[in-house]
């Protein structure tokens, strides 16, 4: 009985390995390059368990093949490719965006409602209804208008640090901590109509609330980050959601109460509740009307949905813009002739201390800092689609098969691989602002740069986030010289882990420059 039992198990293991095996050649068998997964793990073991950063995790995988146009990955046991050829990441993220019109599902739908109804996770119609509604927060009309709530912002984020320093003292600051008190600030004001001061009370709760919903440090939230989207249904289960219910209940009171006072206020905001609230109201005719006076367009606005926008767009900004700004003063600090060159830009767009919207705009040094810096330390390392319907990839170069992705099937969009391909952007570890001169920009092909995504499905607020970048870079430049300080780290190295920062922090010094 024993023997019997020992090999059965023998049996059951080898069967095992052989199944997982064979799971791990599907791209080989198809004659695609492909890496060298792990059992079980794919290639995930090192990103999962904190072993590499994201950023460099996706490179690695980019550069296994330097003249393929695609290679075959793994998630986990999940078949993957990931794209690398610009003709045919336009293809099928624009010309063929019916094919692949969603992202993967990053949690059950049914069961994590505040994540899952947000922009970013809709889709097909839904998706498109939503973003339809959503796009008019994000016209250069609108966010002209909540310019002055960012550059008040600004201005105070200022006025707060020169008035904690001296006459020649420089202040060492770790910057994601005053960045993402600034971009807390901006969230709170343009999106849920709230003032906030992150730098003076530090531990208001709005401010902590953003710090756990952005926070993956730590090898069991990568865990859980990665469970969420491999076995969603287990995770519902067991109780394991995207938001936690207290940052749930948090989140959906204050759209609640902010809901409520505008309502029994008659307040009017030019911001993305606004731009919901509009939308719940009925009778809203349009020259996309169909005969029963609804809009093509129409959607069911509920609280739900209200709440997952704002928590998404808190989400986004929270956390992607103050990495941006981070890593935009480190590159201003170890760089100064770069960074003497833009606040002399500044200076001569300056009226007074202020700029204007517009002339915020006209800036073309400012726009080559920070497209460099997107370049350079894009905030998301890859993206991805799911194939909705059976698609076909022809064969082009020498060597290649004709492959079909059946339904169901991601492909990855290797962000950080497309900005660091030394093919487009020779010695991309260099920070050179001068790629995206006027001279010089229109050689790069927008699918080889893309900071905020691919097609119709890129980043809604990409205009806000550009605006509130600049705007503090150029009230910062205008009254600190930024310098580096003992700790900060030449050259920078990643924190381990999908989020991409600094290992033991960004710190520079501000050193007030007397007028």
């Known amino acids: 009985m024993m023997l019997m039992l020992g090999v059965l198990t023998v049996a059951a293991l080898v069967a095992t390995w052989y199944y997982l095996s064979r799971k791990t050649r599907y791209w080989a068998n198809l004659g695609v390059n492909q890496t060298n997964p792990m059992l079980l793990f794919g290639d995930g073991f090192e990103i999962t368990f904190g072993k590499i950063n994201i950023a460099e995790w996706v490179k690695a995988i980019y550069d296994l093949y330097p003249k393929a146009r695609y290679i075959g990955c793994y998630n986990f046991t999940t078949p993957v ?33 505040l994540w899952s109804k947000n922009l970013f996770a809709l889709k097909d119609e839904r998706w498109r209804k939503m973003r339809h509604v959503m796009s008019p927060t994000f016209t250069s009309s609108k966010i002209k208008v909540l310019y002055g709530l960012i550059s008040e912002a600004a201005d105070d984020f200022v006025k707060f640090f020169q008035n904690s320093s001296s006459d020649g003292a420089v202040l060492e600051l770790e910057m994601k901590d005053v960045f993402t008190r600034f971009s807390n600030d901006v969230i709170a004001s343009t999106a849920f109509g709230i003032k906030v001061d992150s730098l003076r009370d530090r531990n208001n709760t709005f401010y902590l609330e953003g710090k756990k919903i952005t926070n993956f440090s730590g090898v069991f939230k990568i865990i859980k980050f990665f469970a969420l989207q491999t076995l969603p249904k287990i995770c519902t289960f067991f109780g394991i959601k995207f938001f936690s219910n207290a940052t749930r209940i948090y989140m959906t009171n204050v759209i609640e109460d902010t809901i409520k006072l505008r309502q029994e206020n008659n307040i009017i905001r030019p911001d993305i509740i606004q731009t919901l609230l509009d939308a719940t109201k009925a009778g809203n005719p349009s020259e996309n009307d169909n005969s029963d006076g609804k809009s093509k367009h129409s959607v069911q606005i509920s609280l739900d949905d209200i709440s997952s926008q704002a928590v998404l767009f808190f989400f986004a900004g929270f956390d992607t813009v103050s990495t941006v700004i981070s890593f935009a003063t480190y590159e201003l600090a170890v760089n100064k002739e770069i960074q003497d060159r833009l606040r002399e830009e500044i200076r001569e ?14 800036m073309k040094y400012m726009e080559m800092v920070v497209s460099e810096v997107l370049r350079k330390w894009s905030p998301t390392a890859f993206l991805d689609r799911v194939c909705s319907k059976r698609y076909t990839i022809e064969p082009k170069n020498k060597g290649e098969k004709l492959i079909t992705i059946p339904p169901g099937m991601e492909i990855w969009l290797p962000i950080h691989g497309l900005h660091y391909d030394s093919q487009h952007y020779p010695e991309p570890e260099k920070f050179l602002p001068e790629r995206f001169s006027e001279e010089n920009k229109g050689s790069i092909s927008p699918y080889w740069y893309a900071p905020f995504g691919f097609g119709p499905r890129n980043c809604i607020g990409n205009r806000f986030a550009l605006v509130e970048i600049k705007t503090l870079l150029y009230n910062l430049l205008l009254n600190f010289e930024i310098v580096p300080v003992k700790k900060t780290q030449i050259p920078l190295v990643l924190e381990r882990g999908i989020q991409i920062t600094a290992k033991g922090g960004l710190w520079l010094g501000f050193k007030r420059i007397e007028s």
Do not use: C, R, W
């Open 81 to 113: 490719l990931m794209l690398k050829d610009p003709d045919l990441i336009k293809q099928i993220t624009v010309k063929d965006f019916d094919s692949f019109p969603n992202h993967a599902d990053f949690a059950d739908p049914e069961s994590d409602l």
């Open 349 to 362: 767009t300056s009226q007074n201390g202020k700029i204007t919207y517009d002339a915020l705009q006209q």
